[in-house]
């Protein structure tokens, strides 16, 4: 891999005077056309949990009616393979896309382009790795009786196995793809189509089970679609953005190895949830069984609504901020965040008031009353959701210039650590004790990430408070828009 481009890049380091000229003042409203991408952005984010919801809502019952509990539940141990598997990409896609877009809107496409097939190298030799070593695994390793599979045969067990880690290697390309329309100002279009292409898996999968699919077929049919959906963004984003091609004739040595710390510390935000979520889980049903696991699990969903609101929010301004970085525009930088902030913390608080008011109502008819409502728990719940609101938003700031490396320590370790801590307080707070450790934990990140983001925009603790305030004029902005 090599290649005549230059990779030098260095987190944005703003300053009060940026090439010898006077700051700029913060303007009133966001320019025109970052408005509408915001808008869009928002608007494209949001499709992901409503077509989570149609996914779930179709898929439980019409795979229980067709397969049984038995085979059904088989198929959900062996699904979480491409989640486990997206995480061999390293995160080099996701770093590849800030750099990407910072590089973009700083007029350098030449080195864009780099860091895109750069990724593209590291993505296939390290999902090959993962994938060689997960089929060997499948045919040397007696996974089927560790897993205690019994309705599945053999042949099918490996062969459904073996289809859904090559669907795992195929969605890895998808997220590369992805960086390149957030890059070139398509991050809405490109969140559209992949969104498009989860719905119409979802709904394929559903209808050949109602005909009679059995569960290597589905695997091979969510492959296949897979495949041509890549296609088809290949082709489209070829049609936006021309300059950005596949290939290593581009791709350079050393900004691989300048992605591969950030993104080996992207990592731990994916793994840390996994502490934070399942980790938690099982703490919970050694300590107090799975009726206890069933009831925190299910309270802690519903509490979560409000944090799926406020990554729609992130992940909306996260390409603005990495284009405003790259232009070097530090009054635009500061205005994202504190009213990506302000939106966050309103979306969120907001959707966790109404859950306080109505959760009572709404849990009992999602379980169907055949689980405990548990108000103490259930409110604890509600108000890690609103600390978490303002510093998940802030933190963008730090992953959409790749200078994430502190927070992602500091927030793996206190996932971490929050497992041992649960356990001990579950013998004297019962179920409320983890929910007590998850507060801590908000209040130790939330201000070290809101001292970091502030520091990389050089912004003082009362300007940011003063824009998270401020109301926003929505009057103005809609007018702006329409001009």
Request: a positive charge; one cysteine or more; hydrophobic letters at 50%.
């Amino acid at each position: 891999m090599s290649g005549p481009m230059t990779t030098e890049t260095s987190s944005p380091q703003p300053s009060a005077k940026l090439d010898g000229t006077q700051e700029d003042a913060p303007p009133a409203l966001l320019s025109p056309a970052a408005s509408r991408r915001l808008l869009q952005g928002f608007g494209a984010t949001a499709l992901y949990p409503i077509v989570t919801a149609i996914v779930q809502i179709l898929t439980v019952p019409i795979f229980l009616r067709f397969w049984g509990p038995s085979l059904y539940g088989e198929w959900l141990l062996l699904i979480t393979v491409p989640q486990y598997m997206a995480l061999s990409d390293m995160g080099f896609g996701s770093v590849a896309g800030n750099d990407m877009t910072m590089r973009v809107a700083a007029n350098d496409r030449n080195g864009a382009l780099c860091s895109f097939q750069s990724a593209w190298v590291m993505i296939c030799l390290i999902s090959t790795v993962f994938g060689t070593l997960a089929v060997v695994a499948v045919y040397l390793l007696p996974l089927r009786r560790w897993l205690h599979l019994a309705t599945m045969q053999p042949g099918e067990f490996h062969g459904v196995l073996l289809l859904l880690i090559i669907y795992s290697m195929v969605t890895l390309q998808s997220t590369l793809t992805a960086s390149g329309f957030r890059c070139d100002g398509n991050y809405a279009l490109g969140t559209v189509l992949l969104n498009v292409l989860r719905l119409v898996e979802a709904l394929g999968t559903v209808a050949i089970v109602i005909f009679g699919a059995v569960p290597l077929l589905v695997a091979a049919f969510m492959v296949a679609t897979r495949l041509a959906g890549q296609v088809a963004l290949c082709l489209i984003l070829r049609r936006r953005s021309p300059w950005i091609t596949w290939g290593v004739d581009h791709a350079s040595k050393s900004a691989v190895l300048q992605m591969a710390h950030p993104a080996t510390a992207f990592m731990a935000f994916p793994l840390g949830q996994a502490m934070s979520i399942q980790g938690m889980l099982i703490v919970i049903g050694v300590a107090l069984g799975p009726t206890s696991v069933a009831v925190f699990s299910t309270l802690r969903t519903l509490s979560r609504i409000g944090s799926m609101l406020v990554e729609t929010v992130r992940h909306s301004i996260w390409p603005e901020l990495s284009a405003t970085f790259g232009a070097k525009n530090w009054a635009y930088a500061r205005k994202l965040h504190g009213k990506g902030c302000q939106a966050g913390v309103l979306l969120g608080g907001g959707a966790s008031l109404v859950l306080a008011l109505f959760g009572r109502r709404l849990y009992i008819f999602w379980t169907h009353g055949m689980l405990s409502y548990n108000p103490t728990l259930f409110d604890v719940l509600l108000f890690v959701i609103v600390v978490n609101s303002l510093w998940n938003t802030s933190s963008v700031v730090s992953l959409a210039c790749n200078a994430h490396q502190r927070i992602a320590g500091v927030y793996l370790a206190g996932t971490l650590l929050s497992l041992p801590v649960s356990y001990l307080l579950i013998p004297h707070f019962g179920l409320l004790g983890p929910a007590l450790t998850l507060v801590a934990v908000e209040f130790v990140i939330a201000p070290y990430v809101l001292k970091i983001s502030l520091s990389i925009l050089h912004e003082t603790p009362s300007d940011f408070l003063r824009e998270l305030f401020t109301p926003p004029d929505l009057r103005g902005l809609m007018a702006q828009i329409r001009g």
